[in-house]
């Protein structure tokens, strides 16, 4: 297929996690740009074409991927979000629950590059979003491994940039600061749940703590994709874009 016949269709773009938060958001978001969304996810959603698709297993993101790009014979955009949170420092953290994070956050996002990389080569054009964290600039405590998976992210977003520019390929990651999602309010949940701490109070403190004074939402995470999977951004790659209510300067 030719640049011209890939220009006369609608651009289709693959997001990893898109079920709730900030990938239902950018689901959303993306549709309303009218792409092709496509949505990679172990919980249903009713946004976007949704695959049941266990980002851990790597054979099966290959084979999602490949039948999505069999379909349209394109794939423009890669939001790369799935991923979960993990609270414990060095010491507590065991094998198991190290490589189920793993796994999911940093395996499955190796999976969704490798298996649209090869069409966004021949397209010459493509665009990767890593949805990574402000962890992959900071350190916060009790982090150890979410902290890591969020700096490998980083990582991959610098070198994908700099092994595919030739080919057109733009790869960044956003790296948001304290969004108000479900994973986040599962996180407060469980820190109070094991420190007898007030949800309310603890969720004004976060809110405090951001120089904004307040939390960012799901919604302004989207937009910020939305613009670098743009031709807007075409000179921006290999970057970490922070958006974090400022918390990272201080």
Same mark, same amino acid.
Not at 20 to 39: H, K, M, P, R, T
Not at 126 to 148: E, M, R
């Given at each position: 297929?030719?640049? !011209?016949?890939? $220009? ?7 997001? #990893? ?19 092709? &969304?496509?949505? @990679?996810?172990?919980? /249903?959603? *009713? #946004? ?11 054979? $099966? &993101?290959? #084979?999602? +991927?490949?039948? +999505?790009? *069999?379909?349209?014979?394109? &794939? ?16 507590? /953290? ?6 189920? @994070?793993?796994? @999911? ?9 490798? =298996? ?8 010459? *054009?493509?665009? +990767?979003?890593?949805? =990574?964290?402000? $962890? ?8 150890? =491994? ?12 610098? #070198? ?7 080919? *057109? ?6 790296? %948001?600061?304290?969004?108000?999602? %479900? ?9 109070? $749940?094991?420190?007898?701490? !007030?949800?309310?109070? &603890?969720?004004?403190?976060? =809110?405090?703590?951001? %120089? ?5 939402? %799901? ?11 743009? !031709?807007?951004?075409?000179? +921006? /790659?290999?970057? @970490? ?6 918390? /990272?300067?201080?």
């Amino acid at each position: 297929m030719n640049n !011209d016949s890939l $220009q006369q269709q609608n651009k289709v773009c693959i997001v #990893t996690g898109g079920s709730s938060g900030i990938g239902l958001a950018i689901c959303q978001s993306f549709i309303d740009a009218e792409y092709i &969304v496509y949505n @990679l996810d172990i919980s /249903t959603s *009713n #946004t976007g074409h949704f695959i049941d698709c266990d980002m851990r297993d790597s054979q $099966q &993101v290959h #084979t999602a +991927i490949g039948n +999505i790009i *069999n379909s349209h014979g394109r &794939v423009d955009v890669l939001i790369s979000n799935a991923g979960m949170h993990y609270s414990a420092n060095i010491e507590n /953290t065991s094998e198991q629950a190290f490589e189920q @994070l793993f796994s @999911l956050n940093v395996k499955g996002a190796i999976a969704a590059t490798q =298996a649209v990389l090869p069409m966004m080569k021949q397209q010459h *054009n493509g665009a +990767i979003i890593y949805i =990574a964290s402000d $962890q992959a600039i900071i350190g916060k405590p009790s982090s150890f =491994a979410y902290n890591l998976s969020k700096h490998a992210l980083a990582s991959m977003a610098k #070198t994908t940039a700099l092994d595919y520019a030739s080919f *057109n390929i733009r790869a960044n990651a956003i790296c %948001p600061g304290t969004i108000e999602t %479900p994973l986040y309010h599962k996180a407060i949940d469980n820190y109070c $749940q094991s420190s007898g701490a !007030d949800k309310n109070k &603890v969720h004004a403190e976060e =809110a405090a703590l951001q %120089p904004l004074n307040r939390l960012g939402q %799901p919604q302004e995470v989207a937009d910020f994709a939305l613009f670098l999977a743009s !031709d807007k951004a075409s000179f +921006i /790659t290999g970057s @970490l874009q922070v958006i974090d209510g400022g918390y /990272t300067s201080k």
